[in-house]
């Protein structure tokens, strides 16, 4: 064995004999309010532990950094060093590493060991955000409750691309061990699930030449760095890595399951021509199978050219399915209920079964659509004749509309039946996905930084209404209510919300 193998073989079996008491000893050096809960597992060069105070839960790595080594007379003499790279990273890149897209550090500790009968010398404590799953935990979770469906498979692969794209563009940074125990997911208090890369060690600029000195794993690495064709680590070949992992987010299992994961299942793979998919995965999904069949190629040059080119090729796919089930009666806003010979009395309430959103039957009639006097001088009072000619002198003249009777929400969308959307469909509202929302604020209308439905800014509970959405967002749910049922769900237009809203009178309505 070479001292190289020796050393993370002692690294390891170092890392396996911390004890929970060895970890609360430590932790409770630097943060005597934590309590050690219990272990989340070990590596090569760390053991992971979950621990809390009163108000929070963090997650603890405990890496050994320096190991005693003794003469025959059992006397200290020298420290022999282990290297983690995650530790590196840590305490080299502190600032460069906070990103939405990593699992944040939160700080991080030497611990000098004084008993000199102590195998180890020097430990590193990473305090890191507790996220609960990893991505593989998500995967078997879901399938034994039976809410696997393409819809979350389909939003998981989205958000790991999205994941990937921000943090490339943002930083300049690659996931160079990229695979299912390093994807952790947080499911939020009122939301959906959020995705986060947990080991530091494996992260690298772009274009880096040195990847040997971040940490990798053969088995997901692309064919050109296995066999040594480049030797550099850039966005080809992350996309093929991703492209295994999307096969598991898919199939339930990696390729070629039935082999080892080491070079058996690289030499399966190279032998034949890309994977095997079953035809239940190919009819439901097959816009995605060939999304992660084109990251899967041998040559970089056939796969996509980019992070972004593969996001927007996922987000198209996406959109096409959603147009293809919801494409029906988009610009009538009814929930059409089960044909009946009578038309519902005015006022009758009916309570959607899954979220409990009510509806109340609006009957047919006609208003006049547009503003009245009191409504034009209340606006011009508020927002000054400049922004009414811009926004609101379209609503002018006012005109006669018919409409046939239809169903309406009878309250706004609250925000637990969005948090049901958001976490069945692992939905990210737009707002969440570019950092800001749009509308009303203290400092006027505008784009108001890192406020969405799950922050927008003050308190909110579960029976508030649902708020920071775009039309976008709000046609999502809509088209989401329909999935398990005859009724098809669409947003008002603008004449039917008028004509719910006045309710036969001339008051306003704003």
Known sequence: MDKAKKTKTAQKSVVDELSLADAARLIGHFTPGYRVVRSLGSGTYGHVFLAEDDWKRVAVKIVPLALRSKMSSGEPVSNQEFSSLDWVQTTTNWERLHHPSLVRVRDFFKYQENDPNARVALYGLIYMDFWPWSLRECIRNLRKEGRYTPVRQRALLCNLAEALHRLHKETGLLITDLKPDNILLHLCAHGPLSLGFIDLGGVCRDGAADYPRVDTTSAYLAPEIVDKKSSQMDEAAVIYSFGLIGFLILEGHRPYH???????????????????????????????????????????RERFTS?????????????????????????????????????????????????????????????????????????????GDEKYADWFAQEQPRHLVELDGFWIGRT??????????????????????VGFATG???????EHKHLSWLQPGFGQED?????????????????????????????PTEAQWEYACRAGTETPFH
Request: overall charge positive.
């Open 258 to 300: 039935e082999v080892p994961f080491t070079g058996s299942f690289y030499k399966a793979f190279q032998h034949h021509s890309g994977v095997n998919w079953s035809p239940g995965v190919r009819q439901a999904l097959p816009g995605c199978v060939a999304i992660v069949e084109r990251c899967l190629r041998k040559n970089p």
């Open 307 to 383: 992070f972004a080119a593969l996001v927007v090729a996922l987000r198209q796919e996406r959109d096409a399915s959603e147009t293809l089930l919801h494409a029906a009666n988009i610009s009538l806003v009814k929930a059409t209920l089960p044909p009946s010979e009578e038309l519902p009395v005015p006022g009758t309430i009916w309570r959607e079964p899954v979220t409990g959103l009510e509806f109340v039957w609006v009957p047919p009639g006609s208003c006049k659509m547009g503003q009245n006097k009191g409504e034009h001088n209340t606006l011009v009072k508020m927002f």
């Open 412 to 433: 706004p969308v609250t925000r637990g039946q969005w948090a049901q959307f958001a976490e069945a469909c692992l939905y990210l509202s737009d707002a969440q996905k």
């Open 440 to 446: 009303m604020g203290k400092g006027g209308w505008g």
């Open 463 to 491: 029976t508030h209404p649902a708020v920071c959405l775009s039309w976008f967002d709000a046609r999502a749910f809509a088209a989401w209510l329909g999935l398990n049922s005859d009724i098809t769900y669409n947003l």
